[in-house]
C-alpha cells in the first residue's frame, strides 16, 4: 500500500510487501524508565472457578480446554485491552504502563493461537475469540469494563458485546479497527479485494517470518518519507508474530477480513470513541473508522494526523492521552 493508492482503489499485496501491515518495540524503554512501583503493581494470581472456566495464575482454562494467557496489572478501574493480527498482549505495553501509573487495572490477553495463548487447532474464529474475552472477564468478575480494542481486536471488542451484551462495559474504544468489514464488496466498494487476503495466507504458509518483517514496514509507516524507522520496533513485531501459531494466524485471516461487524456495532450501547489514523496503510480509515462511527449510537471519531496503523507505538502519546480524556470523562 503506497500511499498513491486510494482507499477506493484497494490494496495491492506485492506493493504491500514491497513497501514492507501494535508490536510494542518502544515499549522496551518505556519499561525501563517505569517506575518500580507502577511495574510491580498487583497481578491476579489467585485460583478461580467461573461458569465460563478457570484461571490459576495468569491464564484461564476456557471450556474447550484452551489456556488464554493474560496479563493483569493494578487496581482500579478495569480497562481490558485486545491485541491485533498477529500480535499478543504485548503490544499493548505502552497503554498499559502509561495507564496503569494513572491509577487504572490493566488487563490484556493473548488470542488463542497467539502469544503465550494455547495454539488451538479448534475455535480460531470470531465467535470463540469473543467467548474467550468473556471468559477472561468472567473469570476475574470484572464490571464496569473499558473494553479498548485495535485492528482484528477492535473487531474482536465489537463482537463481545453483539454476543454478550453491555451489562460489564461502561465504554469501548476502537483503534485502527477492522469494522464494519474490511473485504471489498459490490455493497463495500472502498474495502480491499479479496487477492490481499489470499496472498497474505500463502504467506503465512510459504515464509511467515519474512511477511511479519515486511508487514512491519508499513504497519507503522516506515515506509514514509522522513519516518523515523525504529529496528527494534520492526523486531519487536516478528517476535510477537512468530510466537504464535501458524494455523491460528492462517485462521485468522479469514475472521478479520470477511467478517462483518456492522449488526455488532449497532448493538453497543456505550459511549464508544473511535481512533483513526489518516495514513493508515493496514486498515483504511475510509472503509473502517469513518464508517463504525456512523453505525454506533454514542460513537465519537477522531482523526489522528499522520497516524499509521501501529500508531499505539509510533505515536503512543497521542493515543495515551486519547485514552485518558476518554476514561476520565
Given at each position: 500500500?503506497?500511499?498513491?493508492?486510494?482507499?477506493?482503489?484497494?490494496?495491492?499485496?506485492?506493493?504491500?510487501?514491497?513497501?514492507?501491515?501494535?508490536?510494542?518495540?518502544?515499549?522496551?524503554?518505556?519499561?525501563?524508565?517505569?517506575?518500580?512501583?507502577?511495574?510491580?503493581?498487583?497481578?491476579?494470581?489467585?485460583?478461580?472457578?467461573?461458569?465460563?472456566?478457570?484461571?490459576?495464575?495468569?491464564?484461564?482454562?476456557?471450556?474447550?480446554?484452551?489456556?488464554?494467557?493474560?496479563?493483569?496489572?493494578?487496581?482500579?478501574?478495569?480497562?481490558?485491552?485486545?491485541?491485533?493480527?498477529?500480535?499478543?498482549?504485548?503490544?499493548?505495553?505502552?497503554?498499559?504502563?502509561?495507564?496503569?501509573?494513572?491509577?487504572?487495572?490493566?488487563?490484556?490477553?493473548?488470542?488463542?493461537?497467539?502469544?503465550?495463548?494455547?495454539?488451538?487447532?479448534n475455535g480460531n474464529d470470531m465467535d470463540t475469540y469473543a467467548d474467550d474475552l468473556a471468559a477472561v472477564i468472567e473469570a476475574l468478575d470484572l464490571k464496569g469494563v473499558t473494553l479498548v480494542g485495535h485492528?482484528?481486536?477492535?473487531?474482536?471488542?465489537?463482537?463481545?458485546?453483539g454476543r454478550h451484551g453491555n451489562q460489564r462495559v461502561a465504554k469501548a474504544v476502537l483503534i485502527g479497527a477492522v469494522p464494519p468489514l474490511m473485504l471489498k464488496t459490490p455493497n463495500n466498494p472502498e474495502g480491499t479485494d479479496i487477492s490481499v487476503f489470499d496472498g497474505i495466507r500463502a504467506d503465512v504458509i510459504g515464509n511467515r517470518s519474512q511477511l511479519f518483517k515486511d508487514l512491519a514496514v508499513p504497519f507503522f509507516g516506515f515506509n514514509r518519507p522522513n519516518a523515523k524507522v525504529s529496528q527494534g520496533t520492526i523486531d519487536e513485531f516478528w517476535r510477537e508474530g512468530m510466537a504464535g501459531s501458524a494455523l491460528g494466524h492462517y485462521l485468522c485471516v479469514k475472521q478479520f477480513s470477511e467478517v462483518d461487524y456492522t449488526e455488532d456495532l449497532k448493538k453497543i450501547e456505550v459511549p464508544t470513541l473511535v481512533l483513526h489514523g489518516d495514513d493508515d496503510q493496514i486498515v483504511p480509515i475510509d472503509a473502517a473508522g469513518k464508517k463504525s462511527v456512523k453505525l454506533l449510537k454514542h460513537g465519537t471519531l477522531k482523526i489522528i494526523e499522520g497516524g499509521a496503523h501501529g500508531m499505539c507505538v509510533t505515536s503512543a502519546d497521542k493515543i495515551n492521552a486519547e485514552l485518558l480524556a476518554f476514561l476520565q470523562a
Open positions: 500500500m503506497t500511499q498513491d493508492l486510494a482507499p477506493e482503489q484497494g490494496m495491492d499485496r506485492r506493493t504491500l510487501l514491497k513497501t514492507g501491515a501494535g508490536a510494542a518495540g518502544a515499549a522496551l524503554a518505556a519499561a525501563a524508565m517505569a517506575p518500580a512501583a507502577a511495574l510491580a503493581a498487583g497481578t491476579t494470581s489467585s485460583s478461580h472457578v467461573s461458569h465460563h472456566g478457570k484461571h490459576s495464575m495468569d491464564f484461564v482454562t476456557v471450556k474447550d480446554g484452551t489456556n488464554i494467557y493474560f496479563k493483569d496489572w493494578g487496581t482500579g478501574q478495569p480497562v481490558v485491552f485486545s491485541h491485533g493480527w498477529p500480535l499478543s498482549s504485548d503490544a499493548w505495553e505502552p497503554q498499559m504502563l502509561f495507564l496503569v501509573q494513572k491509577g487504572y487495572r490493566v488487563i490484556a490477553h493473548d488470542r488463542r493461537g497467539h502469544g503465550r495463548s494455547s495454539q488451538s487447532a485492528s482484528t481486536g477492535g473487531g474482536e471488542v465489537a463482537h463481545y458485546i
